[in-house]
């Protein structure tokens, strides 16, 4: 279970189904078993795969390892397109922007290999603004500092913690062999075995 404000890690070797878990809960995959509940009531009841993500999508946000945008865009550009498309939701651009600590990226562009941008932190960033855009309940991420270097991925991690706990958002994420400072910043981790076999779940000093 995930409580409000609770961040937590999900560790575990390649193949262990990190990935695999998000997308379940997320509604992308059918589960083999048991259920999905979010405030104590059964989330994909009787729904077709087709129409859980359309259930789901004022509840939870899902932040996917690859970061997805147009490179010629800024990223108040960006945002702005993303709240058009999640409907009505442009006044929120400020807000994430603020929480995320993106104000001085504004008018910078999103870029790519072939053309200079945003930092692979600020990518990161701008990737959990878009989400957070929908104001989720739940906040899934897969491999959130996957590609950073240790000062951008202590940074991405502290943003998840003080919004989570600033908003009551209960944040689930995937990790790959987090620092200690990044740990520090977790409630609680869930090591997972090859197989989909949860081995330990409790506060990351018990690791010790």
């Known amino acids: 279970s995930l409580q409000s404000s609770e961040l937590v890690c999900i560790m575990g070797p390649s193949g262990a189904g990190k990935t695999t878990l998000l997308s379940a809960l997320f509604g992308d995959k059918d589960l083999a ?11 994909f009841r009787n729904k077709r795969r087709s129409s859980r993500r359309r259930h789901v999508a004022s509840e939870m946000g899902y932040v996917r390892q690859r970061d997805i945008f147009i490179e010629a865009l800024t990223v108040k550009e960006t945002l702005l397109f993303t709240a058009r498309l999640r409907r009505g939701v442009a006044a929120r651009v400020a807000a994430v922007v603020h929480d995320m600590g993106l104000q001085q990226t504004l008018d910078t562009t999103i870029g790519s290999t072939m053309r200079r941008g945003i930092s692979g932190g600020e990518l990161k960033r701008v990737n959990i603004a878009a989400e957070l855009l929908g104001m989720p309940k739940v906040l899934l991420l897969d491999e959130p500092t996957s590609g950073l270097d240790s000062t951008f991925a202590l940074l991405v991690m502290a943003k998840l913690r003080s919004y989570a706990a600033a908003h009551g958002v209960g944040c689930l994420c995937t990790l790959h062999q987090p620092s200690l400072q990044i740990l520090e910043l977790v409630d609680r981790v869930v090591l997972m075995a090859p197989g989909g076999a949860t081995v330990f779940s409790g506060g990351p000093a018990s690791l010790a």
């Open 33 to 43: 078993q048991g259920t999905v509940h979010l405030r104590g009531e059964p989330l």
